[in-house]
């Protein structure tokens, strides 16, 4: 199977439904806002998952785009108000929403796109429509949640690295684990398949976060697409920095904990940081955490049943350990 | 019957389901704010009209107080998130969310009722539960829209009457309508028994609207408890003020037309503006217009069997356009 070939099919589809998605023209304050978000692209990976997971346990990937647009959607509303509540200039190399227009447009635009998204969702033909419902709104909660410790983590300097990992599960983990569970239950899954399919979630975003806070440290700034160092220059608290002081002793130690005091540090100072990183096995662990969920969510689907979507799962997941962007 | 005993006792459920709906504690910084806004109060007109539409056509209350509670919730995300983009510094005689937390804290409060609206919704027993989410969905998606066309509203010279009543219908209308029509639905209502409740419910959220609009100027001030002529004060464009611009002449229009150039007038002027709006018949047309809205209210539920439940909804009604607060 060419896998790369397929992807890009798949994505093209998932573009294609958000292009056509909101064909309203006013209020123009809404609506434009809207479709710069859901244009500016991405890598559609929770689409991509809802569609798989649906083929995995027999069922059309027609009755799961609709779910997978959702999720997408639902993806751009977290995007938009994060992006406001950090004060973030640019994403995906444009001005973000709050930027572009201001800060009242992007809560209007995101609040439009959190029902746009259950309009989508509700257009999935299934009998079981209240449990994907019911799946996703909680999943929404959980974003909020997450969301809510993260930014409540900002002045807190006692955040560990259970902490971290409960956030991001909420944060990230399980929106991805929504989409899966979501997949499956378009599917008409029993519920052991179910089950595979959110564990595989659950792991996969897990794994996909980390590695997002690693690259952050040793990607190839090129491919990247921004700034080797942006979380440590931010200040921000990732899973490197709270391993690297749990471990840390003496002097490193002491500036560890400057980047929480003074909330970042200087550009020049990244490659130490990096160095600090590596001695205190934070990378080391970062590294073999995402290998560990990775098997796990490989060995996941393997209660599947063999299918050529069930080959695409772990192609994708196999690519998200291995990329380097 | 005794309605305003039987209106506190359905106040009362509505009240107690929603101190007990949210009842995680972290993060703080989330359910803390989304509690304090449901524990404000307010009249949970909306969720009495989804129990006494249930009602009207055979259902039982029980059944419908999820998708009530929904409702008021989706309501308080909405007031929320206004209150961010208006810079209001209090509702109900207390801080609004972001003066008592900040922008931040607000949005993702807000972001939070939102998605808790549908786990409440999601919770009403009905095999009609994809109907009911649709609606619930078109309405906030309406309320967005209704929303972002008054912000444009506020920079546009060019509003007209016509505008304005599309607007309210969107902003306000809509989700009343939702509220009788969700009603109508759990309580399994026949196809020409839901029309009704829809219609019934557009009036009704259109004549509260412009009600709203009416007693901002004519109200006793003790009793409304806000500042009489606040709309004037701030600039709001209203029923009152786009209908006296369209008639009024000579130095009244001019005096009106300044209203919009600087964005509001002092609070010594509003006599002043009410005799205009008395002359220029503004005031006089705002009153036919909610008597006609509340006579084909009263029409369209007569469509419905004679029940205790019909009989609330007029009561109601008849109140609303008899409310002095």
Request: charged share 30%; hydrophobic share 40%; with cysteine.
């Amino acid at each position: 199977m060419n896998y790369d070939r397929q992807y890009a099919e798949y994505k093209q589809s998932i573009d294609t439904y958000l292009a056509n998605f909101v064909d309203e023209q006013k209020p123009r304050t809404l609506y434009e806002p809207a479709r710069y978000i859901l244009a500016a692209g991405g890598k559609r990976i929770r689409p991509l998952l809802v569609l798989l997971s649906c083929e995995a346990v027999g069922g059309g990937k027609e009755d799961a785009i609709h779910a997978g647009a959702a999720l997408e959607i639902l993806h751009n509303f977290t995007l938009v108000h994060d992006d406001i509540m950090d004060h973030a200039p640019s994403r995906r190399g444009r001005p973000t929403v709050h930027k572009k227009w201001d800060n009242n447009v992007a809560i209007l635009a995101g609040d439009a796109l959190l029902a746009l998204a259950y309009r989508a969702l509700l257009r999935t033909p299934s009998s079981r429509i209240r449990e994907i419902s019911k799946v996703f709104t909680e999943g929404v909660v959980e974003v909020c949640e997450g969301q809510a410790f993260d930014k409540e983590f900002e002045d807190d300097t006692n955040v560990g690295v259970a902490d971290y990992l409960r956030m991001i599960q909420k944060k990230t983990g399980k929106m991805v684990a929504a989409a899966t569970e979501i997949g499956g239950l378009i599917g008409n899954a029993q519920p052991e398949h179910l089950k595979a399919l959110r564990r595989y979630g659950e792991r996969t975003g897990r794994a996909f976060q980390v590695q997002d806070d690693l690259l952050d440290i040793t990607a190839d700034e090129e491919e990247f697409g921004k700034k080797i160092g942006s979380d440590l220059i931010e200040g921000k608290k990732t899973y490197l920095l709270l391993m690297a002081l749990k471990n840390a002793k003496g002097r490193d130690r002491q500036k560890l904990a400057r980047v929480f005091r003074n909330g970042g540090i200087s550009k020049r100072e990244v490659k130490e940081f990096r160095n600090i990183y590596e001695e205190t096995g934070a990378i080391r662990s970062a590294r073999q955490r995402i290998a560990e969920d990775i098997r796990g969510a490989q060995k996941d689907i393997l209660r599947l049943p063999a299918t050529e979507a069930r080959g695409m799962l772990a192609w994708l997941t196999d690519m998200l350990l291995h990329r380097t962007y």
